[in-house]
């Protein structure tokens, strides 16, 4: 497989990234540190106070508070200078959107504004459109709000009816029309509205202010977490829309919507570690002060199993995170090299990365999902109360598998959009694939000697890959152009690429850290256990994508190869997990 420095999207199928040239959150510089510093003691005067109050639906408070966060320049941060921001690096950006996360509703009213309800002006508007509208909601002057979603078009976001029609003296397109679930909606200044120009097929993309005649808002949602976010309809009844308001050019809204959402996806990869890490916090100090028996319940080997697995899903989806930030990061350095424009480079750079930016959310959401419940179940009873903040971040997590686009319409991103790349030239998929498929019998289950700790994840990793291309040659064989409609298969081919994924960005991060930390014996173990629990979930999808693809004749070379390539050495994982756990519960904190 080659080695290059930064690989295309979906590209480490086949290729090999060498640890140097990733980056891991333990090259944070003193300034990064101190901006992340800066939020987390404004989630600790600001939200956490009024954070009750937030959740009784209190519009005016979440406004509030939004303002201030825009006043400190939390607002400017993916904001270029020259619009008022403070134009910091995508790493930085990633590390700003990790750190507000642990801000329950505010997070998402925040993510919101910042990202879907300010990036679509600043990447898509022109010069007039910036200028009026970038410096104020950069500095929370004004609020923003993103609406695409309507009644009857949500995955589906293409289908939507609301209608533009350009008036008799070309001054204003009307809008007409319906929008569901937007975030924002109570208070927000400035709504990026999709809406079809008489019978397009596709989208075009408006600014709409608030305040025009016609915009009605409709009450906020009642909703099972995030309560304290505003969540509304909002109806247009003629709306006058200015036609210097059209964002990109007619048709370009579906492009628009899509591209904002990859970005919306790997912001949000990076939202939930912050949500994560005060759930696994909240987790560990409630299991060092709770007995029973006698005793601390983090004495449990059944806790240090819960808190262990919260430390690793966390580190290995933060692992993934911030390899992927630099990717983007690099990309967009490149990008702006020649065309100059920040914001195109940007929003380009992002939209290449929509492989891994399906992942990240997924990968994330379901992190999240996992480490909330276990803390829940950690606080026993207590988790069940809603005087407590697992029971907030339970609720409050669910949103994330629904929102950014489902984690179903992820999953298909995710396999379909790698094999589109590879179709386009990007990297040889095929070709490689082809050549383990029609060599099943080469597989073997040789024993080696003499290899060192690496080199022998490397080597399980690189076998996880190799079944990978060996289900998407079969399942296409078999299936061909419609493998898209096989969603079960694109599924089980989703999962083992995210896993894979997942394992060998972590296996990147701990070799890394070998030349920073002295001991990583602690991050070996997380390696160790996550390289041991990935082996058996891409062995089941596998097995799962293999059985429902493969002839009798061949099924049983298929399922062999999978089964010698997933085969990894035992070890002691209960043990590793108890080391990990022991570390957790002595830090009384995530200090990982
Ligand atoms: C709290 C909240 C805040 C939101 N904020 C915003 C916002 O600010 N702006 C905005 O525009 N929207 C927003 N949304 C809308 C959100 O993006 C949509 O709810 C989401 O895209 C799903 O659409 P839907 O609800 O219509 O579900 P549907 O599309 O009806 O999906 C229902 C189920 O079918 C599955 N499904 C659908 N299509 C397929 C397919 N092709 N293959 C397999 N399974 C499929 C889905 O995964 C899901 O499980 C928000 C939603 C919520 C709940």
């Given at each position: 497989?080659?080695d290059?420095?930064?690989?295309k999207s979906?590209?480490?199928l086949v290729?090999?990234?060498n640890?140097?040239?990733?980056?891991?959150?333990?090259?944070f510089?003193e300034e990064?540190?101190?901006?992340?510093q800066?939020?987390?003691?404004f989630?600790e005067?600001e939200?956490?106070?009024?954070?009750?109050?937030?959740?009784k639906?209190?519009?005016?408070?979440?406004?509030t508070?939004?303002?201030?966060?825009g006043?400190?320049?939390?607002?400017?941060v993916?904001?270029?200078?020259e619009f008022?921001g403070f134009?910091?690096?995508?790493?930085?950006?990633?590390?700003v959107a990790?750190t507000t996360?642990?801000g329950?509703?505010?997070s998402v009213a925040?993510?919101?504004?910042?990202g879907?309800?300010t990036?679509p002006?600043?990447y898509?508007g022109n010069k007039?459109q910036?200028?009026?509208y970038?410096?104020?909601?950069a500095?929370?002057?004004?609020?923003?709000?993103?609406?695409?979603?309507?009644?009857?078009?949500?995955?589906?976001a293409?289908?939507?009816k609301?209608?533009a029609?350009?008036s008799?003296?070309g001054k204003?397109y009307i809008?007409?029309?319906q929008?569901?679930?937007?975030t924002?909606?109570?208070f927000a200044?400035t709504?990026?509205?999709?809406?079809?120009i008489d019978n397009d097929r596709?989208?075009s993309?408006?600014?709409?202010e608030?305040?025009y005649?016609g915009?009605?808002?409709?009450p906020?949602e009642?909703?099972?977490g995030?309560?304290?976010s505003?969540?509304?309809?909002?109806?247009y009844?003629d709306?006058?829309?200015?036609?210097?308001n059209?964002?990109g050019?007619?048709?370009e809204g579906?492009?628009?919507?899509?591209?904002i959402?990859h970005?919306?996806?790997?912001k949000l990869?990076?939202?939930?570690l912050?949500?994560?890490?005060?759930?696994?916090?909240?987790?560990?100090?409630y299991?060092n002060?709770?007995?029973q028996?006698?005793?601390l319940?983090?004495t449990?080997g059944a806790i240090?199993?819960?808190?262990?697995?919260?430390?690793?899903?966390?580190f290995?989806?933060?692992s993934?995170v911030?390899?992927?930030s630099?990717?983007i990061?690099?990309?967009?350095?490149?990008?702006k090299?020649?065309?100059?424009d920040?914001?195109?480079?940007?929003?380009?750079?992002i939209s290449?990365?929509?492989v891994?930016a399906?992942?990240l959310k997924?990968i994330g959401s379901?992190?999240?999902?996992?480490?909330?419940d276990?803390?829940?179940?950690?606080?026993?009873?207590m988790g069940y109360?809603?005087?407590?903040?697992?029971?907030?971040?339970?609720?409050?997590?669910?949103?994330?598998?629904?929102?950014?686009?489902?984690n179903?319409i992820?999953?298909?991103?995710v396999a379909?959009?790698?094999m589109?790349?590879?179709?386009?030239?990007?990297?040889?998929?095929?070709?490689n694939?082809?050549g383990?498929?029609?060599?099943?019998?080469?597989i073997?289950?040789?024993?080696?000697?003499d290899e060192n700790y690496?080199d022998?994840k490397s080597r399980?990793?690189?076998g996880?890959?190799k079944?990978?291309l060996?289900?998407?040659?079969g399942?296409?064989?078999?299936?061909?152009k419609?493998?898209?409609?096989?969603?079960?298969?694109?599924?089980?081919i989703?999962e083992?690429?995210?896993e894979?994924y997942?394992?060998?960005?972590?296996?990147l991060r701990?070799?890394?850290?070998e030349s920073i930390?002295g001991?990583?014996s602690?991050?070996?173990?997380i390696?160790?256990?996550n390289?041991?629990?990935t082996?058996?979930k891409?062995?089941?999808?596998?097995?799962?994508a293999?059985?429902?693809?493969?002839?009798?004749?061949?099924s049983?070379?298929?399922?062999?190869a999978?089964?010698?390539l997933?085969?990894v050495?035992?070890?002691?994982?209960?043990d590793a997990r108890?080391?990990?756990a022991?570390k957790?519960?002595e830090?009384?904190s995530y200090?990982?």
């Amino acid at each position: 497989m080659e080695d290059r420095k930064n690989l295309k999207s979906g590209e480490f199928l086949v290729a090999e990234t060498n640890p140097e040239s990733i980056f891991i959150p333990e090259e944070f510089n003193e300034e990064q540190q101190m901006i992340a510093q800066t939020c987390r003691d404004f989630l600790e005067t600001e939200v956490y106070p009024q954070i009750t109050e937030l959740e009784k639906g209190n519009r005016d408070l979440m406004k509030t508070i939004l303002k201030k966060s825009g006043e400190l320049g939390l607002m400017g941060v993916s904001i270029p200078e020259e619009f008022g921001g403070f134009g910091q690096s995508f790493i930085t950006q990633m590390l700003v959107a990790e750190t507000t996360g642990a801000g329950y509703s505010f997070s998402v009213a925040f993510m919101a504004h910042c990202g879907i309800g300010t990036l679509p002006v600043l990447y898509y508007g022109n010069k007039d459109q910036r200028e009026r509208y970038i410096p104020k909601l950069a500095s929370g002057e004004l609020l923003g709000s993103y609406c695409l979603t309507e009644p009857g078009a949500g995955s589906d976001a293409n289908s939507g009816k609301t209608n533009a029609k350009l008036s008799d003296d070309g001054k204003y397109y009307i809008l007409n029309g319906q929008k569901m679930w937007i975030t924002n909606a109570g208070f927000a200044d400035t709504q990026v509205v999709f809406a079809k120009i008489d019978n397009d097929r596709v989208l075009s993309a408006f600014i709409v202010e608030s305040n025009y005649p016609g915009v009605v808002i409709g009450p906020d949602e009642h909703k099972m977490g995030i309560k304290g976010s505003s969540t509304a309809q909002i109806y247009y009844n003629d709306v006058k829309v200015p036609v210097e308001n059209l964002l990109g050019k007619r048709g370009e809204g579906f492009r628009i919507a899509l591209s904002i959402l990859h970005m919306g996806r790997i912001k949000l990869g990076a939202n939930v570690l912050g949500a994560a890490k005060k759930a696994i916090n909240d987790s560990v100090k409630y299991a060092n002060e709770r007995k029973q028996f006698g005793v601390l319940i983090s004495t449990f080997g059944a806790i240090k199993h819960k808190l262990a697995e919260q430390v690793i899903r966390l580190f290995a989806s933060e692992s993934a995170v911030y390899r992927v930030s630099r990717d983007i990061e690099d990309l967009i350095n490149r990008l702006k090299a020649d065309c100059g424009d920040t914001g195109r480079a940007t929003i380009d750079a992002i939209s290449h990365y929509a492989v891994e930016a399906a992942i990240l959310k997924v990968i994330g959401s379901e992190m999240l999902d996992f480490v909330a419940d276990e803390a829940v179940q950690i606080h026993g009873g207590m988790g069940y109360s809603a005087e407590m903040d697992v029971e907030r971040n339970y609720r409050d997590s669910r949103i994330n598998r629904i929102f950014e686009g489902t984690n179903e319409i992820n999953r298909l991103l995710v396999a379909d959009t790698a094999m589109k790349r590879a179709m386009k030239g990007d990297f040889d998929l095929f070709g490689n694939a082809a050549g383990l498929y029609e060599n099943l019998g080469n597989i073997t289950d040789n024993e080696i000697s003499d290899e060192n700790y690496f080199d022998e994840k490397s080597r399980y990793i690189s076998g996880f890959k190799k079944v990978i291309l060996i289900c998407i040659h079969g399942a296409l064989k078999k299936f061909e152009k419609s493998l898209i409609h096989e969603q079960e298969v694109m599924n089980d081919i989703a999962e083992m690429m995210m896993e894979t994924y997942l394992s060998e960005s972590l296996k990147l991060r701990v070799q890394k850290l070998e030349s920073i930390k002295g001991n990583i014996s602690v991050y070996k173990d997380i390696l160790d256990v996550n390289i041991y629990e990935t082996s058996h979930k891409i062995r089941k999808s596998a097995f799962d994508a293999i059985v429902s693809f493969a002839d009798e004749e061949n099924s049983a070379a298929v399922l062999k190869a999978a089964d010698i390539l997933t085969k990894v050495r035992g070890i002691n994982i209960k043990d590793a997990r108890r080391r990990i756990a022991g570390k957790l519960i002595e830090d009384n904190s995530y200090q990982f």
